[in-house]
């Protein structure tokens, strides 16, 4: 089982950057793919990006693509987010998830959950 906590959520201007971070309990972090997902109000959770177990295989949306880079650290069991470029439509709820099978985008594949962070983005 793994614990998922995200932070680095905030309130940042449109064209700045923010970089969130995922803190996973557990020996079992380096073991997962781990993946981004985020969810805007009145909106259905959408995939952001993921990256395989040993982080040689990302996967982005189009919509954030050169301008979101998602890394991890296996020793610090910590996954992370990094956001150039922040635009008022990139404003949500984000959430980090860990996934036992191969790099997906699906939602219903991931196992495990963080709370989520905010992310606002002002114009």
């Known amino acids: 089982q793994v614990q998922l906590v995200e932070s680095g959520g905030g309130l940042v201007q449109a064209g700045g950057s923010l970089r969130l971070s995922c803190a996973a309990s557990g020996r079992t972090f380096s073991t997962y793919a781990m993946g981004w997902f985020r969810q805007a109000p009145g909106k259905e959770r959408e995939f952001v990006a993921a990256i395989s177990w040993s982080g040689s295989s990302t996967y982005y949306a189009d919509s954030v693509k050169g301008r979101f880079t998602i890394s991890r650290d296996n020793a610090k069991n910590t996954l992370y987010l990094q956001m150039n470029s922040l635009k008022p439509e990139d404003t949500a709820v984000y959430y980090c998830?860990?996934?036992?099978?191969?790099?997906?985008?699906?939602?219903?594949?991931?196992?495990?959950w963080g709370q989520g962070t905010q992310v606002t983005v002002s114009s």
């Open positions: 998830a860990a996934d036992s099978g191969p790099l997906s985008q699906d939602v219903r594949r991931y196992d495990y």
